[in-house]
């Protein structure tokens, strides 16, 4: 049986997480350049942390506003990082773009 708490998440929950105004816009730049956010790097776990808090609102974000998939890799959390495929937002965006 799915987790109940899933069922109700939203693509916007993360933005009700304290540190939102701190690290957010930091993130989004950085998968948005396709930086895999790992443990350790960028910044000593606050980025990847945020991230795994938030990792489900965060992946309806990206999934329902730019139809790209946050994805999560490594076999433990000092190897994990998460990214979107560099390749998958650079189409995106510039369709976006040549749309308007």
Do not use: C, W
């Not at 998968?31 to 960028?42: A, E, F, K, M, T």
């Not at 609102?57 to 139809?67: D, K, N, R």
């Not at 490594?74 to 998958?88: F, H, P, R, V």
């Amino acid at each position: 049986m799915e987790d109940e708490s899933k069922q109700n998440i939203t693509r916007t929950d993360f933005l009700q997480d304290k540190k939102v105004d701190q690290v957010f816009a930091k993130i989004d730049y950085l998968l948005r350049s396709g930086v895999h956010i790992q443990y350790d790097y960028p910044l000593p776990g606050e980025l990847f942390r945020f991230i795994e808090r938030n990792f489900d609102s965060l992946t309806l974000y990206y999934q329902e506003l730019f139809m790209v998939k946050l994805e999560k890799g490594g076999a433990n959390l000092g190897a994990t990082s998460i990214s979107i495929l560099k390749k998958e937002v650079a189409a995106k965006f510039l369709s976006i773009i040549g749309s308007t």
